[in-house]
């Protein structure tokens, strides 16, 4: 029933909202049990979407929420450790949000290739400088890998960009699809600030939470549009 979507999406709301105020006023009490509900609720936004429109779910983005949800919660404890696995399962679910976008159809043939090589560089400079700011606060051990995710990350961000840019899915699809990615970019590349750079600005994960939260709302989203 669509009201069951609805129901998932108030959920959603709810609890984002609630663990971004305990991520603003940094109070752990309110943010470790609200997180994990954030992912299983798009969740099953999307599972009853598909039910309610009598279609099979796509298992790659099935399984990229699923991962992405293990890494919230083992980024749960403070670590290097399982900031280090947490980090594994985002790596696998960006793999498996590429396999999505394929999957829903990317026809590179309509794209200027000149284009595709201009997103993948922005995607590729932004990582690397990035990462020039970070090298003086990373774990040694962590840099080359932390630079590796995030360039996976921003190959992700370039497949969204693609599935726009090829025409193989509504203007609404495409665009929600690759601004959630684009948040969801934002999301991470703030969060290596937050966790390692005690000179950064950002302090809090107020900022990393909602534009991750709001990344994978409308990644889902636009997705859900081609059901």
């Known amino acids: 029933m669509l009201v069951t979507v609805y129901t998932y999406i108030a959920i959603f709301v709810i ?6 105020y305990g991520s603003y006023i940094r109070r752990d009490g309110l943010r470790a049990p609200t997180k994990p509900v954030i992912l299983l609720a798009i969740l099953g936004m999307y599972l009853s979407w598909v039910a309610y429109k009598n279609a099979d779910p796509s298992l790659f983005l099935v ?6 949800w ?3 919660v083992l980024l749960i404890p403070k670590g290097v450790k399982w900031f280090t696995i947490g980090g594994i399962c985002f790596w696998i679910s960006h793999f498996l949000f590429i396999c999505t976008y394929w999957q829903s159809g990317i026809e590179f043939s309509r794209i200027n290739p000149i284009i595709i090589v201009a997103i ?4 590729f400079v932004a990582a690397t400088i990035t990462f020039k700011y970070l090298k003086k606060s990373l774990p040694k051990q962590l840099f080359v890998l932390m630079y590796l995710y995030l360039l996976t990350n921003g190959a992700m961000n370039a497949f969204a960009w693609f599935r726009l840019l090829s025409g193989s899915c ?3 699809s495409g665009l929600a699809t690759a601004i959630g990615a684009l948040c969801f970019y ?3 590349s703030t969060l290596f600030f937050v966790r390692f750079d005690k000179e950064s ?3 809090s994960h107020f900022w990393p939470m909602l534009t991750y939260s709001l990344g994978e709302f409308l990644i ?8």
């Open 15 to 20: 609890f984002t909202g609630l663990h971004l």
């Open 63 to 68: 399984y990229a929420i699923l991962t992405s």
């Open 70 to 72: 293990l890494g919230d």
């Open 120 to 123: 993948a560089l922005v995607y």
């Open 170 to 172: 509504s203007l609404a």
């Open 186 to 188: 934002i999301s991470d």
């Open 201 to 203: 600005k950002f302090k």
């Open 220 to 227: 889902v989203l636009g997705l859900m549009l081609l059901v």
